[in-house]
């Protein structure tokens, strides 16, 4: 049994390894919740988009697996159990800085990401039910209207000043329709909105996961200091025997 400073980070491993369990959920958490807004807004964004909150996703299940290496380990004094966990840490360091890392950098690509989908999914609005359905719910909940503004419709074979519903934030019952004219019409384009939504989830994922991954270093560094301990106390044990 390890003993003085040594029992010390024993029990601060496995307290660790509790608060490690807690992150691991939270990466989930966080992950899954941007992977299910990013979805609502498939049309408009490249498949590279959800690479990210789906890696984000895998680190916190890994983490939550790795983290009762860490707990049984640190209880039994298992120096075996100790070293994998180590490894484990090392390797979740690595995909959380490359997901954080990854997070932050995309937000670089994101404005001529939407450019591009935004402009055509928009002039195929009247003949692509998907593309019509992703327009309204982005138009409605960023409440947005146009890829700039909402005379790119015109675009889309929106004649004189009518515009899609979902561009007012309200139809009147005796006049189902929007304009341009309407008192409850949005005037500002989705891409900024859209933009602005997505680098502000970029950065909470690069956030995230570079400052968990800095954090984790300090287990790597008890559960080695640790390991070394268990292993010199056998080595002692073994020699007194012989």
């Known amino acids: 049994m390890v003993s003085g400073g040594m029992a010390c980070v024993k029990y601060l491993l496995f307290l660790f390894n509790l608060i490690f369990a807690i992150t691991g959920i939270v990466f989930i958490s966080v992950g899954a919740v941007i992977l299910i807004a990013y979805r609502g807004y498939s049309n408009f964004v490249d498949i590279w988009m959800f ?37 484990l840490l090392l390797l979740i360091f690595a995909l959380e ?69 979902s561009c007012c934030t309200e139809i009147a019952a005796n006049n189902p329709t929007c304009d341009t004219n309407d008192i409850k019409s949005n005037t500002e384009g989705c891409k900024a909105q859209l933009q602005k939504k997505i680098e502000e989830n970029a950065l909470i994922l690069g956030g995230v996961g570079i400052g968990v991954a800095l954090i984790q270093l300090i287990g790597v560094i008890f559960a080695c200091c ?17």
Not at 58 to 71: E, K, Y
Not at 75 to 85: L, P
């Open 226 to 242: 640790l390991a070394r301990s268990i292993r010199r106390e056998y080595e002692t044990v073994e020699t007194t025997a012989h």
């Open 97 to 165: 800085l490359g997901a954080g890392i990854s997070g932050y950098l995309m937000r670089s690509k994101v404005s001529s990401m939407l450019e591009k989908c935004m402009n055509d999914t928009l002039v195929s609005y009247k003949n692509r039910p998907d593309f019509r359905q992703s327009w309204d719910i982005m138009q409605h909940d960023l409440q947005c209207c146009g890829v700039h503004s909402p005379q790119d419709w015109a675009r889309a074979g929106f004649t004189g000043n009518t515009l899609p519903n």
């Open 51 to 87: 690479a990210v909150p789906v890696l984000m996703i895998i680190v916190g299940v890994v983490v939550f697996i790795t983290s009762f290496f860490g707990c049984c380990g640190a209880v039994k004094e298992n120096h075996c159990m100790i070293i994998t966990f180590s490894v």
